[in-house]
């Protein structure tokens, strides 16, 4: 790094007078370098746009959950229900990323594309969804803009088509994480985040349905029933939750609780989607007293990372594989909160191998404090499991 390309990333005056000060033997380049490594960088107009599109896909979730109709949900090749919202809302994210950043190279991990949407007899279906879009622009007001067409809609849908990988910049998008939640009516979430050369650098958990008092009863953070979080974190800056109605933002850890006796775990509402034996077995080894806490989607992280509850433990069905789109918001949500996010083995997880994540066994979360017993009882249980078989 030359002295003037270091001039231009520094900005303390004390360092600047001292470079332009003659030196016997200067030794600039080193002093340059260790104070360009200290500086952190800063998402913050990334962060401000990804919580823009999150509320703006939000809004358009919540109008079609309170009136959702039968017409309204396909079935995807793996048979889980996909919505008008979920396309909807990848389509809000994905135009309003493109406007936020018109001058930059565009590149989106996201789990829908329009295949479906292309066929015979799902014509209704898509005006729909641009219909849903469209109202939802101009009830914001944000982007002035001229009324999408289906072929707009269909091509802001299928700017999800990126691999990602461990180069340049990638968002991350479920449109909505726990669909069945959703159909449901109960909780689900839309989760964006941002990956700079394969490290999430900022995520954003919008959850329509969860509640801004604590779920368990305990760190009471309303004293009234207003439902719709928003949690959002940058690398290096912790986590935030506020109303999606725009209250203050507040900052969020995770419990402090050391003792396992008295922690609460949540695990998936689906008993399909992770191994609710194995879950159990493990509580009991922990002395977890507490019956377990299921919920849908990546709202489970937020609550996590407002101290709501202590473990969060998933073993899917063997052979699946994680989608990076699954865990990316939810993961930095609550390491910025302070908890921890690793695989069964006590590894972090990779994002920047594409799609997927490579894990040993399974995802648990936690706190600094119980994480080390975790991983012991963790590792205990796989073994005995395998054992038995």
């Known amino acids: 790094m030359t002295i003037i390309s270091c001039l231009r990333t520094v900005s303390k005056p004390g360092l600047i007078s001292q470079f332009s000060k003659p030196k016997p033997k200067p030794k600039t380049h080193q002093s340059c370098s260790l104070v360009v490594s200290s500086i952190v960088m800063s ?3 990334e962060l401000a746009a990804a919580k823009k599109a999150s509320s703006l896909a939000a809004r358009l979730c919540l109008k079609v959950q309170k009136a959702l109709l039968q017409s309204d949900v396909q079935s995807k090749n793996d048979k889980s229900p996909v919505t008008v919202a979920d396309y909807g809302s990848q389509a809000l994210v994905s135009f309003a990323l493109q406007k936020e950043f018109p001058s930059e190279p565009f590149s989106l991990v996201a789990e829908e594309d329009s295949k ?3 066929q ?4 209704e279906t898509l005006e729909r969804i641009t219909k849903l879009v469209n109202e939802t622009l101009a009830s914001d007001g944000a982007y002035n803009t001229c009324t999408l067409s289906t072929e707009d809609v269909i091509g802001a849908i299928d700017g999800g088509k990126s691999e990602g990988g461990s180069h340049g910049r990638h968002w991350v998008l479920d449109p909505i994480d726990g669909t069945k939640g959703f159909v449901r009516g109960d909780q689900y979430a839309i989760a964006l985040a941002l990956l700079d050369e394969g490290k999430v650098v900022l995520g954003v958990l919008a959850c329509p349905n969860l509640p801004l008092a604590s779920i368990v009863g ?5 004293s009234n029933n207003e439902v719709g979080c928003l949690f959002f974190a940058q690398v290096g800056a912790g986590t935030y939750m506020q109303s999606l109605s725009g209250s203050l933002p507040v900052k969020v850890q995770v419990t402090a609780i050391a003792n396992s006796e008295e922690a609460s775990f949540f695990e998936s509402y689906e008993a399909a989607h992770s191994n609710r034996d ?3 077995f493990i509580a009991k080894k922990l002395g977890v007293k507490a019956p377990p806490v299921r919920i849908d ?3 489970k992280y937020g609550a996590l990372s407002r101290g709501d509850g202590a473990i969060y433990l998933r073993f899917p069905r063997k052979g699946y594989r994680e989608k990076i789109w699954d865990h990316a918001a939810g993961s930095i949500v609550v390491t910025e909160a302070g908890g921890v996010v690793t695989d069964a083995a006590g590894y972090p997880l990779d994002f920047s191998k594409g799609k997927h994540l490579n894990l040993q066994a399974g995802i648990i979360v936690s706190n ?5 017993a975790l991983l012991k009882a963790v590792k205990e249980s796989l073994e005995e499991q395998a054992s038995s078989l």
Not at 368 to 372: D, G, R
């Open 297 to 299: 989607s990546q709202a």
């Open 120 to 123: 015979d007899g799902a014509q």
């Open 43 to 45: 998402y913050d107009k």
């Open 278 to 280: 194995l879950s159990s």
């Open 218 to 222: 305990d760190n009471q953070h309303s």
């Open 368 to 372: 600094q404090k119980l994480m080390p």
């Open 116 to 118: 479906d949407l292309r």
